[in-house]
């Protein structure tokens, strides 16, 4: 079975999209991530879920997971409200660490796609062909196909 | 022929350390191996001759510290003293800055001060994020502080321990001669920083109650674990402070201590390891062979005997010149290549003086210019470094010149002090 196979139509956002939207998007849906395009319509990065948290949680907390301890109910709310500020563009590493994109062609074989997510640690990969994203397939889905019911 | 060679790639080395051109575990590595190739160093002078080898005392000391730490980290008493310390300060931007200080002072004067900065800074940004503060400010106070306790004990600063095991110097010589001008120092940071740092004490009454609100208990996951580890890094303080009379070296000292606290910890080896820089211990290995060689061709001594003709027995210049001297170097360049270059040549002007009180003391004189020079630039000490990076990665740059217009200040009246401190101690009245 090829990618084209496995696609699954899949919401996109843009840079500019507001980054809540993006998260209740995420929530709603209860997908592991999104694909975020440029203003041409082609894959730009994946937005998975740990990169909201990653962006919410102050770097000092994720260095010392004691101080998370310490936050009362009232402080992790506010936490939340840094959301409400941002678009995706702010909530996505920065373009330099963004090495490589889980972005994968239709004729890809299963094990490509498999590979690709399992090597940038992504919980999806973007199905493109001729610079139009067909869908996407999750981690969900790959592991359905290729495990043995 | 072979001493040119051997100076040639020992400046070659320093200057690439110096300038960071490549790592400077690279450098000294780099070093240490064409000593090799060029005959200079076997493996008795690199490994076992007291003289010229690597010092294990250094080494064993490090790593056992660094263990310690380790294992420390994992209890939150840092975080715990810190937010209690806010609490008791009621969110008071000056007092809070004061109370967290003194803790890294204090702190680094036990243990080592690129530790203790790295345990202090997250829980001061979360501090500084609550009480809507610049951090900052609370930043580069808290690397200036750890700087200057860390002169005041043997463990507290690298350079003091390289200076203690080749002058061989126990715990309680450094304590008795720089803690007590360490603690007049740390008084005069204090209203330094008052002056300092004034725009930064911005006081909002409704923002104290969200750190009113923090729980510095939580931070202590488990009390059974911190309760061992403070007996036995008080075990470890006194074994430093009576490690003379018990003729155990400190870095067994620290060794005892840290097997002891894995052993009581029960934790695994990623974890009472995670401190361990293992690339500043090899950094060392390759600056004591590269120095060694030095020894070894003749070179150090060769200067020492024209040092020890030009300072003649006028100790009180010699121990200027050293201070000051070694303030303005080790502001520029990292003071733990330094300090291991410089030892072998104070200690014969030491010799020199019949081991007097005033040849004595230029050993305080390089430790003081070594450590409190450090303060001077961002880059002087590896705590300064160490907390411009962690700013960096929270999202509040401290550039070059931000941090060294205030290390510069607190670099030189620390010094100012420091000298006729000298002066009144070891020589006026000798």
Redesign the interface.
């Known amino acids: 079975m090829r990618a084209r196979d496995l696609a699954q139509d899949f919401p996109t956002v843009s840079l500019d999209s507001d980054a809540t939207e993006a998260a209740r998007l995420m929530a709603r849906e209860q997908l592991p991530g999104l694909i975020v395009c440029d203003g041409d319509g082609r894959p730009y990065a994946v937005l998975p879920g740990s990169q909201i948290l990653r962006f919410l949680v102050?770097?000092?907390?994720q260095?010392?997971p004691?101080?998370a301890?310490?936050?009362?109910e009232?402080?992790s709310d506010e936490l939340l409200s840094k959301l409400g500020r941002s678009t995706v563009r702010d909530v996505l590493p920065d373009k330099r660490d963004i090495t490589e994109i889980p972005v994968v062609d239709g004729d890809a074989t299963t094990i490509e796609v498999a590979a690709v997510m399992a090597r940038v640690h992504s919980p999806l990969a973007a199905v493109v062909e001729n610079d139009r994203v067909l869908g996407a397939i999750t981690v969900r889905a790959l592991l359905d196909h290729l495990l043995p019911s | 022929m072979t001493t040119t060679l051997v100076v040639a790639i020992f400046v070659g080395a320093y200057a690439l350390i110096a300038t960071e051109r490549i790592h400077r575990v690279s450098a000294a590595l780099g070093g240490a191996a064409l000593m090799v190739v060029i005959g200079v160093v076997d493996a008795e002078v690199a490994f076992f001759s007291e003289e010229t080898g690597v010092d294990w005392n250094v080494i064993f000391l490090l790593l056992g510290m660094m263990v310690i730490v380790s294992v420390l980290k994992q209890t939150g008493v840092f975080d715990y003293l810190a937010i209690w310390s806010t609490k008791k300060a009621r969110g008071r931007p000056f007092a809070v800055m004061v109370m967290l200080t003194m803790i890294t002072a204090v702190a680094s004067a036990l243990l080592d001060n690129v530790t203790t900065v790295l345990l202090i800074a997250p829980v001061t940004l979360l501090v500084c994020e609550r009480l809507g503060l610049n951090p900052v400010p609370y930043l580069i106070a808290e690397a200036l502080a750890s700087n200057i306790g860390g002169t005041a004990t043997l463990i507290g600063d690298p350079p003091n321990i390289i200076i203690a095991s080749r002058a061989d110097l126990s715990f309680n010589d450094f304590l008795v001669n720089l803690a007590p001008i360490v603690v007049v120092l740390l008084v005069v940071f204090v209203g330094l920083c008052r002056v300092l740092f004034r725009s930064a004490f911005v006081y909002d009454e409704e923002r104290v109650a969200a750190v009113m609100a923090l729980d510095e208990r939580e931070a202590i996951k488990d009390k059974g674990l911190l309760v061992r580890s403070l007996v036995v890094l008080v075990a470890v303080m006194v074994g430093f402070v009576a490690h003379s009379a018990l003729h155990i070296e400190p870095s067994l000292v620290a060794l005892l201590g840290a097997g002891t606290l894995v052993a009581v910890s029960r934790l695994e080896p990623p974890a009472f390891l995670e401190e361990v820089e293992w690339p500043t211990l090899v950094f060392f290995m390759g600056l004591f062979v590269m120095v060694g060689a030095l020894v070894e061709v003749g070179v150090i001594g060769d200067l020492g005997e024209r040092v020890t003709e030009a300072v003649g027995d006028n100790y009180f210049l010699a121990a200027t010149v050293l201070l000051w001297g070694s303030a303005l170097l080790s502001g520029i360049v990292d003071n733990i290549p330094y300090v291991a270059t410089v030892t072998p040549l104070v200690q014969g002007l030491v010799d020199s003086g019949g081991g007097s009180t005033q040849s004595g003391a230029l050993w305080w004189a390089l430790a003081l210019g070594a450590d409190l020079g450090g303060n001077a630039t961002a880059v002087g000490a590896s705590a300064n470094v160490v907390v411009i990076g962690i700013a960096a990665r929270n999202g509040h740059p401290i550039s070059f010149w931000e941090f060294t217009k205030y290390g510069l200040v607190v670099a030189f009246v620390t010094i100012a002090l420091a000298w006729p401190y000298l002066y009144l101690r070891y020589y006026a009245f000798t």
């Open positions: 102050p770097r000092y907390v260095d010392d004691a101080l301890r310490v936050y009362d009232k402080a």
